[in-house]
């Protein structure tokens, strides 16, 4: 007979990669996990993971066990969201993934007036440029800056923003204000490393002045904000980041700008949990609050 447990620690290893990792995850000690996966092959008498000093490996057993694995998975959480009470203390941990500088500006500033008003969620920010894997329950929440491909997601649009060019006020008195299209071909920029940049969205400078001459890259949004604040260059930065920055000027704004969106995504599964409400809805209300400097 098949135990539960044992299912969600084999997909806790197959998702983590190693069984350290995955008793982390589920809070446990890394010789439960190792025992209790054995224990579940014994029972299916297959071979799930090909161990290693580097970790994992699945097997084929493991891809064939897998999918029935989510789908129990599925419907226990949905089981547990069935019977929930409305007035409930909302407890728990939700892990939220976002990209970098809504991580910074838009959630770590109100995370605390989260706190207050429920004191036993635990709210987990993954900060990453490339769009966490709902599916693979990397996040049960994600923000994207495009609607991901149809599957079992809710999806809708969270807000749009602005991305606009700016230079330090330090750069700009050594080399002179932009006035035009042309004055910017004499001008350096700081961007985004292409191939490491998860959303092509996230690179603007070429749809604001294709042929650039980039003297600075970096994956990080916050790294080319600050490059661009200590007078590396000019940057297509986030406007409701940069407008706030004394050292930072906008360069012809309105005509150097580039409107992109946010898009809340959560697993259909997921979304009646009351955890998954509570940090939804707490990303509506920041978004209400910011939607000026957007």
């Not at 694995?69 to 892990?95: F, W």
């Not at 709210?123 to 709902?134: I, K, Q, V, Y």
């Not at 890259?217 to 260059?233: D, E, F, L, T, Y």
Request: aromatic content about 6%.
């Amino acid at each position: 007979m098949l135990n539960s447990d044992e299912l969600r620690l084999f997909l806790a290893v197959l998702r983590e990669g190693n069984m350290l990792a995955a008793a982390r995850r589920v809070g446990v000690d890394h010789s439960t996990v190792a025992r209790r996966i054995t224990s579940l092959e014994n029972a299916l008498g297959a071979r799930l993971f090909d161990r290693s000093p580097r970790g994992v490996t699945p097997t084929p057993a493991a891809f064939a066990l897998v999918a029935h694995a989510e789908r129990i998975e599925t419907e226990l959480l949905a089981a547990a969201a069935s019977v929930a009470g409305r007035d409930r203390e909302v407890e728990g941990t939700v892990r939220l993934a976002t990209p970098e500088a809504f991580a910074s500006h838009m959630v770590a500033p109100h995370a605390a007036a989260l706190r207050t008003r429920h004191p036993r969620l635990m709210l987990e920010l993954a900060s990453e440029s490339r769009a966490a894997s709902l599916s693979k329950r990397e996040a049960d929440i994600a923000v994207m800056l495009k609607p991901p491909p149809k599957g079992r997601l809710v999806t809708r649009k969270l807000a749009d923003y602005r991305l606009g060019l700016y230079g330090a006020k330090d750069y700009l008195e050594r080399e002179g204000v932009p006035m035009s299209r042309a004055d910017l071909n004499r001008h350096i920029f700081v961007s985004y490393i292409e191939e490491l940049a998860g959303f092509p969205e996230m690179i603007a400078l070429d749809q604001i002045l294709p042929g650039a001459t980039i003297a600075f890259r970096a994956s990080s949004s916050a790294a080319q904000h600050a490059a661009v604040a200590s007078g590396m260059g000019l940057g297509v930065l986030h406007v409701f980041a940069a407008a706030q920055d004394d050292r930072l000027v906008p360069i012809m704004p309105g005509q150097m700008e580039v409107w992109r969106s946010y898009w809340l995504v959560m697993h259909a599964d997921l979304q009646r949990l009351p955890r998954v409400r509570a940090a939804a809805d707490f990303l509506d209300e920041v978004m209400r609050t910011m939607r000026d400097r957007l």
